[in-house]
């Protein structure tokens, strides 16, 4: 058998989001829970307007749910404490008309004190039951958010996130490209060295690739860029750049680069941003992006990138997200359909 993980751009079945329950991510005061459910909510709405939508739900918010949600998603009761399901969701593929489901092992993004996963780390397995898929299990530490396909066998990836010695202590780049080849069936890599500053923070992933750099077609990579020299990632955008100008897909294509401008606020609440319309959703006929409140920089980034897919796209308010450490595509994982 010789799985493949499709291209996000191919058509899905459906798309997984969990719903926010009680951890450090929801918030303290009640306006903050609120502001993050209902952030949650907007997305899985939005994305149920392109396609079907599953969000699963811990027992001690089924009411809740069923209350922002209504009946425009189905509802998968589950255990949740972390609610970024691209991370310690399956990452699915596919052979020949059967769907498989990666479970990688998930650890907190490297096994933080504030991170909680003892129930997350089970979301693989029940979504694969779900989803009628056969299970892959992988006992390397991997997050969905740390790796991009073009679904012919390239892969974005991140030195500071697979080779991080809190998640893979001692891996070597050959390992880590020998379980990407027999778990999603990749045969080109191409490794960035790091991800953006914002990303560090305590708060942070070391360095997903889901917000600096996806593949939006064969052979063509969006990329986030910084042109404020104030800004910590003025000085990081250009090493990402490298790595990818240097690189070439699995048929040996030199990447076509298409910027893609952050704004360029540097803090907001007083805390470092990494605001990135990368960490966007492909869904069927249409893109799930970010907007951040500038309107010149959320226009021109709407533009590129329903230029880049040719699909109709569609922004939310993506600033109570990355405040609690992700964007719309971190907290989104979809099924391909088969």
Not at 148 to 165: K, P
Not at 212 to 239: C, K, R, Y
Not at 265 to 288: C, F, K, M, P
């Amino acid at each position: 058998m010789s799985w493949i993980m499709p291209s996000e751009t191919a058509r899905h079945e459906r798309t997984y989001l969990a719903f926010p329950a009680a951890g450090p991510t929801l918030g303290e005061t009640d306006a903050e829970k609120e502001e993050c459910y209902r952030a949650w909510s907007e997305v899985a709405l939005k994305v149920a307007e392109f396609e079907p939508v599953t969000v699963l739900v811990d027992p001690t918010e089924i009411q809740r749910a069923k209350n922002m949600l209504g009946s425009d998603v189905d509802h998968l009761v589950a255990p949740v404490d972390e609610f970024w399901v691209r991370d310690h969701g399956p990452s699915f593929v596919v052979d020949e008309g059967r769907l498989g489901a990666v479970s990688w092992t998930f650890n907190g993004w490297g096994a933080n004190d504030w991170a909680e996963w003892e129930k997350s780390s089970q979301h693989g397995r029940i979504i694969a039951e779900y989803a009628g898929a056969e299970l892959i299990t992988s006992s390397m530490v991997n997050e969905g958010g740390g790796i991009h396909v073009d679904g012919l066998g390239t892969v974005l990836l991140t030195e500071t996130v697979q080779l991080d010695a809190r998640r893979n202590p001692g891996a070597t780049k050959a390992q880590v490209e020998a379980e990407l080849k027999r778990t999603i069936g990749a045969s080109n890599f191409v490794w960035v060295p790091r991800g953006l500053a914002a990303d560090y923070e305590e708060f942070g992933t070391n360095g997903h690739i889901d917000i600096i750099a996806t593949i939006a077609a064969p052979g063509t990579v969006l990329m986030h860029t910084q042109a404020n020299e104030n800004h910590p990632d003025f000085a990081v955008v250009p090493l990402i750049r490298e790595a990818l100008a240097a690189a070439h897909d699995a048929d040996g294509r030199a990447f076509e680069i298409i910027e893609v401008p952050g704004p360029e606020t540097v803090r907001s609440g007083g805390e470092l941003v990494d605001w990135s319309y990368i960490n966007h959703l492909v869904v069927n006929d249409g893109v799930i992006a970010c907007r951040f409140g500038d309107t010149y920089a959320d226009d021109r980034a709407r533009d590129i990138l329903g230029s880049a897919y040719g699909r109709e796209v569609v922004s939310i308010d993506a600033r109570p997200l990355f405040a609690r450490g992700g964007g719309v595509h971190c907290i989104t994982q979809q099924q391909p359909a088969l």
